[in-house]
Every structure is written in C-alpha cells, then in structure tokens.
C-alpha cells in the first residue's frame, strides 16, 4: 500500500507562467513562441516511440503556417529542404483515366513568384516567409522543433508526463496540472498561471469544460491516410504536365494535389525522400464504397489508373480518423486556458487549413496570455473577439468543403466558382499575411524587439489575423460574414444539383492561375460550348511596377485590393449562374407548357 501511495503521490512541482500541454507541431510551436514573448513556459507530453515516429496528417504547409514556422520555430533551412511545393491543385473527373484530359475539370494555382518580385524584395528571406511553401515529414520536422523547445530560455521541456487532471485556480490563482509517466513511477504537478491544450484530438480541456459545439446537420466525414516509400520523379511522366497558353509547362504533381469523386476526395502529397502522403477523406453519410476505411482508402485508389503505381508493400504507416470533424465553442476562456490545433476544431484536411488556422490562433493567445502576465491585464474584449472571429472562420472552412462532398462538384461551372469563392476567402487574406510576415521577420516573434510601427502591425492584426475578418468585410461582424460565405456556397450548390438533375450539362472545364495571372477568364463562361477548349485560363499581363511589393510597406496596393478585386469577380460571376439557370428554367418551363399544348 505504502509502495502504490508512492508512486501516485506528486514527487516534484514546476511554477510557470504558462503550462503547455502536448509537444507535436502546434504544441511545440506554441511553448517557443511564449517563452520568445519572455514568459516562463513549461510544455508536459509524454509521446510514445510510435507517436514520435508517426508521419501523422498535415504534411502541406501554406504561407500562415510557413510563416510562423519558419521565423518562430527558426527551421527555415530544414523546410528548404523540405518538399516545395508549386501550389495547389484540383481535378474532378479523373475516375477511370490515365490523364488529365479535355474531359477532366481542373482548377489550379501556382503559386511559384517570377524572378523579378523575388529580386525586389527588400530581405530574400520574406520571399520565404511570406510565399516558399513546403510539404515537410512531420516526425522530422517535429524532431528538430523539440531540440529547438529543449534549447529555448525560459522552457521547461518535460517530456516523461501524460496529464491526469487539470483544477482551475480560483480568481486570480494558479492553475494546477497534475501528471505522471505513462507507467506511472514519476509524478508532479505543474502550477500556472495559463494552461494552452496542444494535446491533439485527445482535447483533455475541451472534454473536461464541455467544449463541444455541437454540428446539427448530417455532414460529417472519414479519413484514411497512408504514407508510401519508393515514390521516385520517373512515375510522373508527361500525363502530369499542364501547358499554359504561353507554353509555361507546370507539374500537377509538384502541387498539393486534389481529386475530387462523388462523395470523396484524395490527396496526393509528394514529399523529400522519394515519399509520398495519400489519403481518402469521403462523407460518412454516402461512403462511396463498402468496408471500413482501410478497405475503402484502397476500392478507391484502385478506380485511378493514373494511381496503379501505389502498392500495398510500400506503405510506411497507414492511419484513419473515422468521425473527423469538430468544433469548439471557445479558442480562449477568460478563465486564463486555451485550446488550439485539433485540440480545438477540425474540419477537413481540404485546403490544409489545421496547422495554418492553428498558428493563427496561438499568435492571439500569446498576446493574450502575454498582456495578463507582464501588464496584469486580461483583455476580455479581445478574447471575445478571437472566439468570435475564430469560429467564424471555421464554420468559413466547412462551407468550403461541406457543398464539394455533394453531387454538385460533377458541374463544371459549380467546381470553378465554388472554388473561386475560395480563392477569394484565401486572397482577402492576403495583406494580413503579409503584415504577419512583416512583423515576425522584424521581432523574430520578440515583442522585446518592437519599436512603434511593429507595435501598430501587431495591435492591427489583433482585430484583423483572420479570414473572416479580412477586407473588404473587415468591418461586418464575423458570425454574419461566415453565414453569408455559407449562403454562398448553398446557392452554388443547389443550382449545379438543379442542372445536373435535369440533364443541363456544361462541358468539363479548366482553369490556372499563377501568382502574376491570379484571375480565371470568367467573361468565357457564356460561350464555353463555342470554344475550341473550355479553358479560362489566361496569358499573363507585364505587371506595372507600382504593384511590385519591396516587403517592408504597410499597405503594399495589390494586396490591400485583392479580396475586393476576388469578390467582384466571383460575384460577377455568381450573377451569371444565377441568370443563367433562371433562364434554363424557363425555357425548360415554356417547353412544357408548349408540349401540354
């Protein structure tokens, strides 16, 4: 008895002014990035040999999570040589093919700068920060951010805990976490004035303080993942190659590659060594094939000629998620605790988004957390904001994948502008990206370090660092703009679904943009069935030099721009779906009275 009370009984005590639970990316990211704002952090984990070794989902960085890596986690040469990515890549209509032919809809961005921007930067190294996206070997990368924690003043690294309990100070007291070794010999507890959950979709506060917000609709999905060896640059022939109009050759396959199914979609994520990141996510309510979801990941797989080099003997790790998505009702509790990563909400690996909106948020929290430790002030206001504005965007996210799992992505009007509407989220995005950018290059993520203009960008990005809070909607609360992108989508969807059903086909088209071509032809779409090939993607234009960005303005005008440019566009856009299919169903309409006749 004596022997069990022991080994339960707390055997040290840590005092920190945050207490970082979980050490994966999000986790580590977060312990660097407090302890860089001069508040004492400890981070508690204990990850097994496999979850060290696990090559885990979120292989494909964008410029939020770039960002934040690079400069906060100061591993910008490990992510050069990492996998770079060309950008991003969708196809719709690949079932059954061995290429991507005139009978496929593509929707594509490359995002690779031209040399010119590149040689007006002021620094080379915001290029990176800001635009050079990698797709990285998470357990590598994970290796080398904990060496980073290990090494950084002011963390406490303890990694031979699991958390067993966590109690709520009292007022203004301490939080007091309690831990022990997975086999239970050592103990402690950790007293701290902010606890940040990081423990993935273990989620120990959001169970704990009842977090869930609940998604009252039909709409959830599966995951099933694999990582695969011998993966070499001679299985990608030219069926991979897009030809631009100007004789541009871009590689799909050098992209975060998407294609869509009814009901599914798949990644194809290349990455260093000859490694290659696959995975089948599809809507639990209509799975597209029966078994569980290993036996699915492969029934669809199998319908890819264009995929027959994937096999069995060189997976590396297969992983699945039967039920992926959730969301929590709060990012920041004025109660001082915090849940970010899928410790707070995921909805689905499309686009990227978790470790990117991840970042996002733990660079709120750490001005959060920051003001009440050094200033003694807990700024309600703001933690208000973030949760609002935070949810806001998820819900943003799930709009964009909820309409493509229905059988509207078969329409290729619907696949361009639904995709468009994306975009248009994405690229209004873009001067706070930049901002962001600006200011992690200048205070490498130090408040210390500011003098007054990077104090402004970082009291700027306090009401602006979201996507739903981005101009030209900046100024329209947060809830209200994500049920009109909701809206948005709904609309796109049900009138594809109207076309669909009633045998009103559009011809498959395509449409690539690249970083200085940044807008599909739209205007073509009316005269799609006359063009030689449905294509809407454009030469691109010399650039007048006042768009060129130097990287150290404050309002460089492309990006300040850019979202109200997209809207309009999309927006136009939309005004010709809808005009259209009103017309369609007149017409269709008239011929039924005449018919009656």
Request: hydrophobic content about 40%; overall charge negative.
């Amino acid at each position: 008895m004596a022997a069990q009370r022991k080994a339960t009984e707390p055997q040290e005590r840590i005092r920190a002014d945050v207490c970082v639970i979980g050490s994966g990316v999000v986790g580590l990211i977060n312990t660097i990035a407090m302890a860089k704002r001069g508040l004492s952090v400890v981070c508690v984990d204990q990850p097994s040999e496999k979850q060290l070794a696990s090559y885990k989902v979120g292989e494909s960085l964008l410029i939020y999570s770039n960002a934040f890596l690079r400069v906060l986690g100061e591993i910008d040469d490990e992510l050069n040589n990492s996998f770079q990515k060309d950008g991003f890549w969708m196809a719709y209509g690949m079932e059954g093919r061995t290429s991507f032919d005139d009978s496929v809809s593509e929707w594509g961005f490359e995002s690779e700068l031209p040399q010119r921007w590149i040689d007006n930067y002021y620094d080379p190294k915001f290029a990176r920060v800001m635009f050079q996206d990698s797709q990285i070997v998470r357990p590598e990368i994970e290796a080398v951010l904990r060496e980073r924690a290990r090494t950084t003043e002011g963390v406490t690294f303890l990694d031979r805990g699991l958390v067993r309990d966590v109690e709520l100070g009292a007022g203004d007291g301490d939080h007091l976490l309690t831990w022990s070794s997975r086999d239970r010999s050592e103990s402690g507890e950790i007293a701290a004035r902010w606890m940040v959950d990081c423990s993935g979709r273990a989620r120990f506060l959001a169970k704990k303080f009842g977090h869930d917000k609940p998604l009252r609709d039909e709409f959830s999905t599966t995951a099933a993942w694999a990582q695969f060896a011998n993966c070499t640059d001679d299985l990608f022939d030219d069926r991979w190659e897009y030809h631009f109009p100007d004789g541009v050759v871009a590689r799909r396959e050098r992209n975060t590659l998407h294609l869509w199914g009814d009901n599914y979609w798949i990644w194809i994520i290349r990455l260093a060594g000859d490694r290659v990141s696959v995975g089948v996510t599809y809507h639990r309510g209509r799975p597209p094939e029966d078994g569980n979801a290993r036996d699915v990941f492969w029934k669809i797989l199998r319908r890819y000629p264009v995929l027959d080099w994937l096999h069995e003997d060189d997976v590396l790790e297969f992983s699945a998620y039967k039920d992926v998505q959730h969301i929590t009702d709060t990012f920041v509790s004025d109660r001082r605790y915090a849940m970010v990563g899928d410790a707070s909400s995921i909805i689905d690996a499309y686009y990227s988004q978790g470790i990117s909106l991840s970042m996002v948020g733990s660079w709120h929290i750490a001005n959060i957390a920051q003001s009440d430790v050094q200033d003694s002030r807990l700024d309600t206001g703001y933690i208000d904001h973030v949760n609002n504005s935070l949810t806001a965007d998820w819900r943003i996210m799930r709009s964009m994948v909820h309409s493509k799992y229905s059988p509207a992505i078969a329409d290729s009007r619907f696949f361009i502008l639904d995709h468009l509407l994306d975009l248009t989220i994405f690229g209004a995005a873009m001067l706070g990206r930049f901002r962001a950018t600006r200011w992690l290059i200048e205070t490498e993520g130090r408040t210390s370090a500011e003098q007054d203009e990077q104090r402004h960008l970082r009291e700027g990005l306090g009401r602006r660092l979201y996507l739903s809070q981005s101009a030209p909607w900046h100024k329209i609360d947060p809830q209200r703009v994500a049920t009109i992108v909701e809206n948005w989508h709904r609309g796109l969807e049900e009138r594809a679904v109207w076309r669909l059903e009633n045998g009103e086909q559009l011809p498959a088209t395509k449409a690539a943009m690249r970083a200085y071509a940044a807008l599909p032809g739209l205007w073509r779409l009316p005269y799609l069935d006359r063009l030689p090939k449905a294509d809407l993607t454009l030469r691109p234009r010399d650039e007048p030099e006042f768009t060129y960005v130097k990287g150290n303005e404050y309002r460089p005008p492309l990006m300040a721009v850019s979202g109200t440019l997209l809207l309009a566009l999309v927006g136009a856009g939309t005004a010709y779906d809808i005009a259209d299919t009103r017309i369609r169903k007149m017409r269709r309409t008239w011929r039924g009275l005449r018919g009656r006749r």
